[in-house]
């Protein structure tokens, strides 16, 4: 007598829609986090009134009209508009790059002034067939773009030399020649009114919910409990790193809570620069028009991944996918396990990609096929 028909590993967005819609369906579901909390990379804290996104800054966005119509079923979004700053050594300009930042940058006043100067640069690179990153960014923008808003940052990220980067990190880089500082171009944006915990406290309304349990750690007890499992932690460990580790880059976050009701006047500020150890600072309640007396902003760092800290970015390096498949190929011949959402797959996934990709697997789970 099994008392549940999913145990659901994890309780982030993956598996907490997976919850809701079998629930809806008559199935009866547990959901284990090993955290002491729900959400998955959504949670938020609340300091001071002020949602601090913790595991980095989620902004919600979608072309798909069935995932936003699905999303704000639990939760009204707000009116806001991802418009980055970036801070080059005191040097402010907008991004993405558009008609604000070439006149920054220039001087530029027409599309056209800004178009003939990026096509200077580019051929005074002299760059035809671009062998790293550095070489492609400026065969794509010219060294100005480059040197100043794009170089240091990429960097930090990579913890690299532009020149070492493979060129293929960059295929395009979106330029705009107007004054539209919407870093996305999706139709749907917005940061849900109250903060994303509220949806996914929603979607696990008709589930039992147990918090700082380890699936791995008593895998049989909870394998007794149930007919199937939904596992949305790293797959490697599911299977023990038999084959070895899938790698990550990771993400270090320093909070502070200032005594001041406005640190920066913008949500995200990138520092573009070689220098500035951090790769930006958020201000949370930006996101959310926020008027409290204080404010709390977080200096993210880029860092190299080693076993045990916070799995962030997958690296989709031929090495790592080609260990992924060999996990995979094992996943496949499971009958009662579903792996899905980030971790599982072993790719980066938007917060509006990872619902749609829960809601296929329902379909599928549930035999509710559509043609
Ligand atoms: P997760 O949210 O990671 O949930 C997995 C859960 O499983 C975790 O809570 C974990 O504790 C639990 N777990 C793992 N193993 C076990 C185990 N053995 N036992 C018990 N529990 C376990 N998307 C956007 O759309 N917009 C953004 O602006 C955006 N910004 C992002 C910024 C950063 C820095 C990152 C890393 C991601 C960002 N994303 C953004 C993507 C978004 O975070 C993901 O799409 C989403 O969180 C994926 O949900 P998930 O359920 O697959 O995984």
Redesign the pocket.
Known sequence: SKEYDYLI?????????FAYEATKRGKKCLV????D???????CENVEGINV?N????????NNKEIWDYVNQFAEFNRYT?APIANYKGEIYNLPFNMNTFNKLWGAITPGEAKQKIEEQRKTSGIIDPTNLEEQAISLVGTDIYEKLIKGYTEKQWGRNATELPAFIIKRLPIRFNYDNNYFNDKYQGIPEGGYNIIVEKLLLGSDVRLS?????NRNEFEQLTKKVV????ID??YNYKFGRLEYRS?VFENKLLDIENYQGNAVVNYTDRETPYTRIIEHKHFEFGTQEKTVVTR?YSVEWKPGDE???PINDKKNNELYIRYKQLAEKETNVIF??????YK????????Y??LKIVKKEFGEFED
């Open positions: 590993v994890g309780s982030g967005l993956f598996g907490a829609v284990i986090d090993r955290r909390h729900i959400g998955g990379n959504v949670y996104h595991y980095g800054a989620h902004i919600f966005h979608t991802n349990t380890d699936f791995l750690t596992f949305t932690g790293m460990e599911y993400l993210e799995p962030y970015y899905g959402g980030r971790l599982a797959e980066y996934y938007d917060m509006h990609n990872v619902i990709e829960a």
